[in-house]
C-alpha cells in the first residue's frame, strides 16, 4: 500500500502531500479526522485505495483518538521517495520547532507598523518575459471561464473563512483545479509572482484575479438616469404619441380645475 502512496504523490506537478492534509489542520498538530483523511486522498490527491489499502493505512496511522497522523504517513513516504523537494516545504517549520525547542527565552523582536506596511506592500518584481507569459496566461483563463461560466468567489470563500482576501499558494492551485482551470507548477508560480503582496510567495491575493476573469456585473443605472428616461417616455393616448411629462402636466391642470 505505501509505496502506492510513493507512487502516486511522486507525480510531476502534483500537490505536496503534506500541505494537501494541512487545509484541514490549522494548528499545525500533524493530525487531522478519518473522513477528512479520505477526502484527500481522494479529491485532492486523485488517489483511489481498495478496501485493504484502506484498511491497512488506518491501521498503521491511525491513532488511539481516533485522529489520523498524516505527518507520520508524509514522513515515512518522504524517506522512500529520498526526494529533498519533497521535504523542502516542512524544513523551515523543522528549524523553527528545533530552535524553540533549543533557545525557549530567546525574545524575538516585534515588527513595527511601518515594516509590516513595507512588508505588505512587497511584490516580486517581473521581467519582461514573464509579463508576456503572464498576460497569454490571464487570456486562457478568461477564456475558460466564460466558456464553464462558474461563479468563483464562493469557493475562494471556502478558503479564506476569515475573509482576509488571501489564500495559500497551494489552496490557489486546489480551487482553480476545482473550477476546471487547472494550471501547471510553472504557471502556479508566475500567478504567485503576480498575486502575492505581503512579502512572500505562499499568501496569494485572490482579488486582482477575480477582477481579470470574473469581473463583476456592470452597475444598476442610477436614480438621476431613471428620471431622465422618464422624462423622454411616451405613451399613446387615442391613438397620439403624447410625451409623459406633458401628459401628467396636463393631469394636474384638471384636477385643480
Same mark, same amino acid.
Given at each position: 500500500?505505501?509505496?502506492?502512496?510513493?507512487?502516486?504523490?511522486?507525480?510531476?506537478?502534483?500537490?505536496?502531500?503534506?500541505?494537501?492534509?494541512?487545509?484541514?489542520?490549522?494548528?499545525?498538530?500533524?493530525?487531522?479526522?478519518?473522513?477528512?483523511?479520505?477526502?484527500?486522498?481522494?479529491?485532492?490527491? $486523485?488517489?483511489?485505495?481498495?478496501?485493504?489499502?484502506?484498511?491497512?493505512?488506518? =491501521?498503521?496511522?491511525?491513532?488511539?483518538?481516533?485522529?489520523?497522523?498524516? %505527518?507520520?504517513?508524509?514522513?515515512?513516504?518522504?524517506?522512500?521517495?529520498?526526494?529533498?523537494?519533497?521535504?523542502?516545504?516542512?524544513?523551515?517549520?523543522?528549524?523553527?520547532?528545533?530552535?524553540?525547542?533549543?533557545?525557549?527565552? *530567546?525574545?524575538?523582536?516585534?515588527?513595527?507598523?511601518?515594516?509590516?506596511?513595507?512588508?505588505?506592500?512587497?511584490?516580486?518584481?517581473?521581467?519582461?518575459?514573464?509579463?508576456?507569459?503572464?498576460?497569454?496566461?490571464?487570456? *486562457?483563463?478568461?477564456?475558460?471561464?466564460? =466558456?464553464?461560466? $462558474?461563479?468563483?468567489?464562493?469557493?475562494?470563500?471556502?478558503?479564506?473563512? *476569515?475573509?482576509?482576501?488571501?489564500?495559500?499558494?497551494?489552496?490557489?492551485?486546489?480551487?482553480?483545479?476545482?473550477?476546471?482551470?487547472?494550471?501547471?507548477?510553472?504557471?502556479? %508560480?508566475?500567478?504567485?509572482?503576480?498575486?502575492?503582496?505581503?512579502?512572500?510567495?505562499?499568501?496569494?491575493?485572490?482579488?486582482?484575479?477575480?477582477?481579470?476573469?470574473?469581473?463583476?456585473?456592470?452597475?444598476?443605472?442610477?436614480?438621476?438616469?431613471? =428620471?431622465?428616461?422618464? $422624462?423622454?417616455?411616451?405613451?399613446?393616448?387615442?391613438?397620439?404619441?403624447?410625451?409623459?411629462?406633458?401628459?401628467?402636466?396636463?393631469?394636474?391642470?384638471?384636477?385643480?380645475?
Amino acid at each position: 500500500m505505501n509505496h502506492k502512496l510513493a507512487a502516486a504523490t511522486g507525480l510531476p506537478g502534483q500537490l505536496p502531500l503534506r500541505e494537501s492534509f494541512r487545509d484541514f489542520d490549522s494548528l499545525r498538530r500533524g493530525v487531522c479526522s478519518r473522513a477528512q483523511a479520505e477526502s484527500v486522498f481522494i479529491s485532492a490527491l $486523485k488517489i483511489q485505495l481498495d478496501e485493504s489499502d484502506w484498511r491497512s493505512l488506518f =491501521q498503521q496511522f491511525l491513532r488511539p483518538d481516533g485522529m489520523f497522523a498524516y %505527518d507520520s504517513l508524509c514522513r515515512h513516504i518522504e524517506s522512500k521517495l529520498g526526494n529533498p523537494v519533497c521535504v523542502h516545504s516542512s524544513t523551515q517549520t523543522h528549524f523553527e520547532e528545533l530552535e524553540a525547542e533549543h533557545y525557549p527565552v *530567546r525574545v524575538v523582536p516585534v515588527p513595527t507598523p511601518s515594516e509590516l506596511r513595507i512588508a505588505q506592500e512587497d511584490k516580486a518584481s517581473m521581467t519582461p518575459e514573464e509579463l508576456v507569459r503572464l498576460t497569454t496566461l490571464k487570456n *486562457r483563463l478568461k477564456c475558460q471561464v466564460q =466558456q464553464t461560466r $462558474k461563479i468563483m468567489l464562493p469557493t475562494f470563500h471556502d478558503f479564506d473563512k *476569515r475573509r482576509t482576501q488571501h489564500v495559500t499558494r497551494w489552496q490557489l492551485w486546489r480551487i482553480l483545479g476545482m473550477l476546471d482551470l487547472p494550471v501547471t507548477e510553472e504557471e502556479l %508560480d508566475l500567478l504567485c509572482l503576480w498575486l502575492c503582496d505581503k512579502g512572500n510567495l505562499q499568501e496569494v491575493a485572490y482579488r486582482p484575479l477575480l477582477a481579470v476573469l470574473d469581473p463583476p456585473a456592470k452597475e444598476p443605472l442610477q436614480e438621476e438616469t431613471i =428620471q431622465e428616461g422618464l $422624462k423622454e417616455s411616451i405613451y399613446y393616448k387615442n391613438g397620439k404619441i403624447v410625451p409623459l411629462a406633458e401628459s401628467m402636466k396636463k393631469n394636474q391642470e384638471s384636477i385643480q380645475k
